[in-house]
């Protein structure tokens, strides 16, 4: 598709914004401690776990009607599977219509509960593996989690029909396993592997081993796009973090397009209402369950989100590419905003 | 600029267009997931052989 076409794809999508994808910061508390989470999570959280009802409340304030086939609510955190209500939140979702999905990282993902999920609706789970054991470890802090997560990918990836994807971190010491993290995951009958890299908030802000140099990030893409033109029974795909240049529609199934606040929405742990939980909620969260309807919110404000001149500054200010990339993903603006985190752009220019 | 969108996503080669994950969640769940009859079987209450409950030790807990 013509990048014109696309635009006005993009503007008909923008005007139309039709939530289509609700995250629900469901906990915050996890059994790990990895050393890039965006959200610095961590075993005692001080946020308490939202209770169901609050939740439901939120949801049943959009209307069903407005809700399109495929509607999907994803459980985030934290880690989901902590929450001892986990299938009965799934059910209860399940129950409105509506889809309903997971991000884990695995450690607690076995038949029992895979059973128990799948029973109350489960449709949809994204299980993160960080590279091959030694790198996944260090990368997640514990000893047994390479072990645990591969074993869930197992039993998910033998669902039929199930949308299920693993999910990679690549940073600098998992870079070069990524032919034998490919293998693996082959073996293992997984289906969908997402790559994406790591922007620099929370734990991994100040950790140097994270970032990829601008010619490591090209080594990336070129990897991904030699698994895509090979065809492979496994699709290998990049996140839809950013805009890519001249490997747009390289790399992944359509051109880059951040739907965050267009079709994504999300409550957070204490109730604001934002898009996706990693984007910067004391900037951009548009109202609170609390205080306010949300599809309310939802249809009157997000115009950040929706109308995005305001990123024309810093090094998008000039940038030829503006009108493709409107200031790459809402996830790489924080703080007072003068400029994205990431210029993913930038670094594809690299030879 | 609603109905046009619905005769796009009925053009198979565009549908793709409408699929989408946000970068750090889990895939959409496909529509038919809960009605195909392969799937449906799964989506029945049963006794899972460890009730599947969440984790009441500090297993996988790094601190």
């Known amino acids: ?351 | 600029m609603k109905l046009f969108r619905k005769i796009l996503r009925g053009l198979s080669l565009t549908s793709v267009l409408f699929i989408f994950q946000a970068c750090y969640g889990a895939p959409q769940v496909n529509p038919d997931f809960y009605e195909n009859e392969e799937t449906k079987t799964l989506q029945c209450p049963d006794d899972a052989e460890d009730g599947g409950q969440a984790p009441a030790g500090p297993e996988g807990s790094a601190e």
């Open chain 1, 1 to 351: 598709m013509s990048p014109a076409l696309f635009r006005l794809f993009r503007a008909g999508e923008t005007h139309v914004h039709e939530l289509s994808y609700l995250f629900w910061e469901c906990t915050t508390r996890c059994n790990l401690h990895c050393r890039h989470c965006g959200s610095d999570c961590s075993v005692q959280s001080r946020e308490k776990d939202m209770p169901l009802a609050d939740f439901l409340q939120a949801l049943d304030t959009v209307p069903a009607a407005q809700r399109p086939a495929g509607f999907t609510v994803i459980l985030t955190g934290g880690e989901p599977l902590l929450r001892p209500d986990l299938a009965a939140c799934g059910q209860a979702i399940r129950e409105r219509g509506c889809g309903w999905g997971i991000v884990s990282n695995g450690f607690h993902y076995n038949a029992g509960m895979q059973q128990r999920l799948l029973a109350a609706g489960l449709g949809s789970m994204t299980i993160s593996l960080d590279g091959l054991e030694e790198s996944h470890n260090w990368m997640r802090g514990n000893p047994k989690s390479f072990t645990r997560a591969l074993a869930a990918i197992r039993l998910a990836a033998a669902v039929p029909r199930f949308a299920f994807d693993v999910v990679t971190c690549v940073h600098k010491r998992n870079l070069t396993e990524l032919p034998a993290l490919h293998a693996l995951l082959s073996d293992a009958g997984v289906r969908q592997w997402r790559l994406f890299t790591i922007i620099p908030i929370g734990r991994a802000r100040e950790d140097a081993d994270m970032h990829l140099s601008d010619a490591e990030f090209v080594s990336l893409m070129d990897f991904i796009r030699q698994k895509r033109r090979e065809r492979l029974p496994m699709k290998t795909t990049f996140s839809c973090e950013g805009y890519l240049g001249r490997y747009e529609q390289q790399v992944r199934d359509t051109p880059y397009f951040c739907r965050a606040g267009i079709n994504i929405a999300s409550v957070l742990i204490d109730g604001r209402i934002c898009a996706c939980p990693n984007i910067d909620r004391d900037v951009f969260s548009q109202g609170s369950i609390y205080t306010d309807n949300f599809y309310e919110v939802w249809e009157q404000r997000f115009e950040a989100f929706r109308k995005r001149d305001w990123a024309k500054k810093g090094i998008c200010a000039g940038c030829g590419k503006f009108r493709d990339c409107l200031g790459n993903g809402m996830h790489n603006w924080h703080g007072a905003c003068e400029g994205p985190l990431n210029c993913h752009y930038r670094k594809t220019l690299t030879t």
